[in-house]
């Protein structure tokens, strides 16, 4: 059984560290797979745009143009991220009960989507300015509020509209896996790495890399006060400072003669650091409970048709 537990520190706003252990390179390799294919999140997948002229109360003329043609519009909807609860249990949208027997064109309920509206329009003749920015926070829920985009993604461009311009749309956000599109990943940047624990072997020549005055993320000096009395350095963020660190002294340095692995790095077995970040639609614990549990369910539903295939 796979051991995880947050680095200390972690998260930070979307990003995250966890330390796993008693496992190996496989099994944290599919925990990453998971993260990036198998959590489900809410992602904007079908868009109606109003097309047409209309005529203000003040005589205005507006048309339903703009600079992105409708299916770049569609797509920069589709990535923006969109929150996502899985307590509240939303139905897929192919697989709705309440859906599942109406035609295509008519599928969609509270049940297994989330609805915004967008209606903006360029500046007023009047006005000195040439366009205005159209941003992520002006699609308003019709749903439920909960489902408002998130004040960090509200300044996330859409397009911009003109003088004589205007955009009206609606926007349907349903459950997918990143495994069908990107739209439907939760995660960017997710990687992994051994474990390891750092050796102060000979603290004189270690002088080499300590008089550069480096400090660790969180501004402690890299100096043999790191190590503490027995010599060795085992927390997972600090280790990660003096992997970087140690560049400053490797091959092609000029002080790799001075050094001469006065400090070593050594791992630690079965053990790995998982660190990735999300788009914000999901918070980075909630992401790896996520992807932990469709693995369980996919290995217990394999389980189930091995067993039933041999009897």
Known sequence: MVKAEIVEGWPKENSIRIALSETDASQVNAIRRALISDVPKLAITRVNISQGVEEKDDGQILESVNVLPDEMLAHRLAMIPVPTYPEEKLDYFETCPVCIEMVEAEKGCPQCQVLYSLNAQGPAPDVEEDYITVYAGDLKTISDPMYDIKEEHRRIPITILSKGQYLELYAFATLGRGSSHQKWSPVAGVGFSGRNIVKLNN???????????????????????????????????????????????????????????????????????????????????????QAMNELSNRFTGLNEEITSALK
């Open 203 to 289: 603290a004189k020549k270690a002088e080499t890399l300590f008089s550069l005055n480096l400090k660790t993320t969180d501004g402690r000096d890299i100096n043999a006060k790191l190590f503490g009395k027995d010599k060795t350095v085992e927390d997972v963020n600090t280790v990660i400072d003096l992997e970087k660190a140690l560049h400053q002294v490797g091959p092609g340095t000029g002080r790799e003669a001075d050094f001469d692995g006065a400090i070593s790095i050594e791992p630690v077995d079965g053990s790995y650091v998982l660190s990735y970040e999300t788009d914000g639609s999901l918070d980075p614990v909630t992401a790896f409970n």
